[in-house]
């Protein structure tokens, strides 16, 4: 039987965000998620200017915090001006998706579970 204090010493505890934005901008993705358990999901989210936000609903709630950029996100019918430490809800299966932005546009999303 595995201790609660073992499996806490097994889990990834500290993550270097800037690394996996330059990571995302030396790949072919322009997100990275980086915690992938069954209550939560997090990760990067990196957009240059004219670049096309592709992501689809998704299966749980989501949060955004805007690190760096501008623009929009369009959730539903409505487009919400994105800006540096402005934090975004998104509910489940509801088509969304960031545009228009004339900065490198820079995300931290978290999900209400896996990312599927």
Same mark, same amino acid.
């Given at each position: 039987?595995?201790?609660?204090?073992?499996? /806490?010493?097994?889990? #990834?505890?500290?993550?270097?965000?800037?690394?996996?934005?330059?990571?995302?901008?030396?790949?072919? &993705?322009?997100?990275?998620?980086?915690?992938? #358990?069954?209550?939560?999901?997090?990760?990067?989210? *990196? /957009?240059?200017?004219?670049?096309?936000?592709?992501?689809?609903?998704?299966?749980?709630?989501?949060?955004?915090?805007?690190? *760096?950029?501008?623009?929009?996100?369009?959730?539903?019918?409505?487009?919400? &001006?994105?800006?540096?430490?402005? &934090?975004?809800?998104?509910?489940?299966?509801?088509?969304? *998706?960031?545009?228009?932005?004339? #900065?490198? /546009?820079?995300?931290?999303?978290?999900?209400?579970?896996?990312?599927?």
């Amino acid at each position: 039987m595995i201790n609660l204090f073992d499996k /806490l010493e097994s889990l #990834k505890i500290e993550f270097d965000t800037k690394e996996y934005i330059k990571g995302i901008s030396k790949g072919n &993705s322009y997100f990275h998620t980086f915690i992938n #358990k069954d209550n939560l999901a997090a990760g990067i989210l *990196r /957009l240059e200017p004219g670049e096309k936000d592709r992501q689809e609903p998704h299966e749980s709630d989501e949060i955004y915090y805007v690190i *760096r950029g501008d623009g929009f996100l369009n959730v539903g019918a409505n487009d919400y &001006s994105v800006s540096k430490g402005m &934090s975004y809800f998104v509910a489940k299966n509801i088509e969304h *998706r960031f545009h228009g932005n004339k #900065k490198e /546009l820079v995300v931290l999303y978290f999900f209400g579970g896996p990312d599927i």
